[in-house]
T-cell receptor, first 114, second 109 residues
Framework: NAGVTQTPKFQVLKTGQSMTLQCAQDMNHNSMYWYRQDPGMGLRLIYYSASEGTTDKGEVPNGYNVSRLNKREFSLRLESAAPSQTSVYFC?????????????FGEGSRLTVL | DAKTTQPNSMESNEEEPVHLPCNHSTISGTDYIHWYRQLPSQGPEYVIHGLTSNVNNRMASLAIAEDRKSSTLILHRATLRDAAVYYCILRGRDDKIIFGKGTRLHILP
């Protein structure tokens, strides 16, 4: 069972470069999320998508864009990377919106911006 | 967004029960209480959730206060593998799921 798959797992960028983090889930989930986690910190919500075709800002959306390409895929784009975006990024999905849905997380993508 | 408050860290001895507290005084009537844990170098994983009644599963128990302003995650017999960061979150209908800093649980052999 693949669950939530993130690519790439590791990436090093130079300041100003752009890149896209990919996330795909094979559980037919409606809701998908992108979080970042800085060393020794909790998770902070960047963007989320309650259903195909909709996206909403989370706690820290500045510097990021997202695309809910279809029900399976939710990508996160950094248009001009900055050192402050060095972090571990986690994608998550949930079967349904609403309060009882369990979140499933990917293994994370570790991004370093020099 | 409703917020939760947890202690930064806790310690427990191996093979003893662990009670992890969480305060959520601004919880709304439709918010579910969820617990996740994050092992080192891994993504968070679901532990348990509940609305009003206490809940049990193979991993843990969740005790919810009568006024729902606090809850406690109970690990009945801690092992070294339970050392992790535990997050208590509130999940409402708006799908915006906010994590706090969680509680780092240390297990002493």
């Amino acid at each position: 069972n693949a669950g939530v798959t993130q690519t790439p797992k590791f990436q090093v960028l130079k300041t100003g470069q752009s890149m896209t983090l990919q996330c795909a889930q094979d559980m037919n989930h409606n809701s998908m999320y992108w979080y970042r986690q800085d060393p020794g910190m909790g998770l902070r919500l960047i963007y989320y998508s309650a259903s195909e075709g909709t996206t909403d800002k989370g706690e820290v959306p500045n510097g990021y864009n997202v695309s809910r390409l279809n029900k399976r895929e939710f990508s996160l784009r950094l248009e001009s990377a900055a050192p402050s975006q060095t972090s571990v990024y986690f994608c998550a999905s949930s079967l349904r919106g609403g309060a009882a849905g369990e979140l499933f997380f990917g293994e994370g993508s570790r991004l370093t911006v020099l | 967004d409703a917020k939760t408050t947890q202690p930064n860290s806790m310690e427990s001895n191996e093979e003893e029960p662990v009670h992890l507290p969480c305060n959520h005084s601004t919880i709304s009537g439709t918010d579910y209480i969820h617990w996740y844990r994050q092992l080192p170098s891994q993504g968070p994983e679901y532990v348990i959730h509940g609305l009003t009644s206490n809940v049990n599963n193979r991993m843990a128990s969740l005790a919810i206060a009568e006024d729902r302003k606090s809850s406690t995650l109970i690990l009945h017999r801690a092992t070294l593998r339970d050392a992790a960061v535990y997050y208590c979150i509130l999940r409402g209908r708006d799908d915006k799921i906010i994590f706090g800093k969680g509680t780092r649980l240390h297990i002493l052999p």
